[in-house]
């Protein structure tokens, strides 16, 4: 390692996400074992800013590997999008010795993880935290994986009660912008239509999609829609539509929400988050900044930032192409 960097801090930042408590361990043990200080931001830049750190040794990260969301707090922060919030955060940093600091969370705190860098040359690295895996530069964004096995196993306990009543279930999970939560586990879930932001499929092709379904004999059926979907205003619309047009059907609707964002990570995410705090530390370390910690083809990459942020990822034509034949 060529640094001389001696301290470097690890917050999370914006929405929770399952893995985010593995990767604050696997960054302080990376520290210890590299015997580099590290210190634990607290409620992300809001905590940068008012200077709420706590310094952390390998000991400080017991027994969380397995738990869902964060340690360290999140909080959203008007007062770092000013140049004069992010001057305080950087006096507060300086105070406190810090030298670099790795941020996991998604494109609004790699932006401003990005914009501090340009403005104080202050070396910085990120990690991606968010379970709708919509940044560039990576496959997989910790918590994704989880994300999808929670819905997975939601869309599983409804199709039983689906089943039992010949009910025709709409389940909302979350994608504003993008809809791999939805298409992965639609796919997997086995349902019958996935609506996604990325596809106006029309309120007609749902009719006829659900007529077909009912002409081929199914009692009950599973829609999952991305909250993003452009199909209907919203899931509740869905519904009403459907009972008007076809009244057939005993129409319910799920909304999964937040649920989507907590619980146990998987063992992907959690070995995921380890590997990716180590490399974020050993970057930094390495003389690098203003990167992002990513994975490709099972190998860990970095991505400018700037590349990472500067669209969202798009949806897997391969697999939608697989999910219009698994719900003929």
Do not use: W
Not at 146 to 174: P, Q, W
């Amino acid at each position: 390692m060529a640094s001389e960097i001696k301290k470097i801090g690890v917050f999370t930042s914006g929405g929770d996400s399952p893995g985010m408590n593995a990767a604050i361990r696997s960054v302080v043990r990376t520290c210890a074992y590299l015997k580099i200080e590290c210190v634990g931001i607290y409620r992300g830049y809001q905590g940068m800013i008012e200077g709420d750190f706590k310094t952390l040794d390998a000991r400080s990260v017991n027994n969380i590997i397995n738990k869902g969301g964060t340690i360290l707090k999140s909080a959203r922060c008007e007062e770092f999008r000013t140049k004069q919030g992010r001057q305080k955060a950087y006096d507060q940093l300086i105070k406190e010795g810090i030298e670099a600091f790795v941020v996991i969370g998604g494109n609004g705190s790699f932006h401003g993880a990005m914009l501090f860098n340009e403005e104080f040359n202050f070396p910085v690295m990120g990690i991606p935290g968010t379970i709708d895996n919509d940044i560039l530069g990576t496959s997989y964004t910790l918590g994704y994986d989880t994300a999808i096995n929670t819905v997975v196993e939601a869309v599983d306990k409804i199709r039983d009660t689906a089943s039992s009543h010949n009910r025709l279930f709409f389940v909302e999970v979350m994608g504003r912008d993008v809809g791999h939560i939805a298409l992965n586990a639609g796919v997997g879930a086995g349902a019958e239509e996935i609506l996604i932001p990325e596809q106006n499929l029309g309120l007609e092709r749902l009719l006829e999609s659900l007529k077909r379904s009912k002409a081929s004999g199914k009692s009950s059926s599973i829609v999952i829609v991305a909250e993003g979907d452009r199909t209907g205003k919203n899931v509740f619309e869905l519904k009403e539509y459907v009972e008007q047009h076809l009244p057939i059907y005993d129409v319910r609707v799920s909304v999964l929400g937040h649920m989507q964002r907590g619980g146990n990570p998987t063992c992907y995410d959690r070995v995921l988050a380890s590997r990716m705090g180590v490399k974020a530390v050993e970057s930094l370390l390495e003389g690098k900044s203003n990167y992002m910690v990513g994975i490709r083809d099972t190998k860990l990459v970095l991505t400018p930032i700037a590349d990472a942020i500067k669209a969202h990822t798009e949806i897997d034509a391969e697999l939608l192409r697989v999910s219009d034949i698994m719900t003929t």
